[in-house]
């Protein structure tokens, strides 16, 4: 099958932000994509990736399992953005590189626990509620520097930043609002995490307002593959 396609909407989306990164003189180097795969072949990451992009997240813990394993030969670093289980914990714990949505002290203890049996240490982002929106998942803002403070006395997770889902509406001023909040966050809270170094947030559709207020990681998954069928 031609996925010609996919390199040319990672070039646009590149191009895009390179835009962006010169309008708000922002640094292209400083922004870390993240290639969200979830219900798309194996075949489409394997060619993303022979086109030098190497990051790719999945949001459920069973996907990420059969890609990782159908592409094994390939030195993909797989990002899990999704809600996790503390019952599947140790089903990713091997292969993931950076687990974006921790947002309890229960599953941080169950990635700690793992990640010791095998000697390793993972990195993890702290994911906030910040449209606080009932459905959604994330700490509460409030909760956010004690849940990092406790994370961060964990021996084998090393707490690498913040993530944030900004409200689903076309309300601009909204969704603005719920990055600023993050943004404020890691930066109140960085003195005391010196390893802190991502601030995601951005997808395809508020990609643009997300590194206007200091986004350096992009979660970009329709812009590149496609829009999904879920049916």
């Not at 292209?28 to 290639?35: F, W």
Request: charged residues 30%; proline residues 1%; glycine residues 4%.
């Amino acid at each position: 099958m031609d996925y010609d396609y996919l390199k040319d909407n990672y070039a646009k989306f590149t191009d895009d932000v390179k835009r962006i990164c010169k309008r708000t003189g922002r640094n292209i180097e400083d922004i870390k994509l993240v290639a969200i795969s979830k219900t798309f072949p194996s075949e489409q990451v394997a060619e993303l990736f022979k086109a030098g992009h190497i990051e790719f997240g999945e949001n459920k813990v069973q996907e990420l399992r059969v890609k990782c394993e159908e592409l094994k030969d390939l030195a993909i670093k797989w990002h899990l953005v999704g809600h996790l289980q503390t019952n599947k914990v140790k089903y990713i714990i091997d292969i993931v590189y950076l687990i974006q949505s921790v947002d309890s002290m229960k599953l941080a203890l169950e990635i700690d626990a793992q990640a010791k049996k095998r000697n390793k240490i993972i990195d993890i982002l702290v994911q906030v509620n910040t449209s606080n929106e009932m459905q959604k998942s994330g700490c509460e803002i409030e909760c956010t520097e004690n849940l990092c403070k406790d994370i961060s006395m964990l021996e084998n997770i090393r707490l690498k930043g913040l993530m944030t889902i900004g409200k689903f509406t076309d309300d601009e001023v909204i969704i603005r609002e719920n990055f600023r909040t993050l943004k404020k966050l890691f930066e109140e809270l960085k003195p005391e995490h010196k390893e802190f170094e991502y601030l995601s947030m951005g997808m395809t559709s508020d990609y643009e307002i997300a590194l206007e207020e200091g986004a350096n990681m992009l979660r970009i998954g329709s812009a590149i593959f496609g829009y999904r069928n879920y049916l």
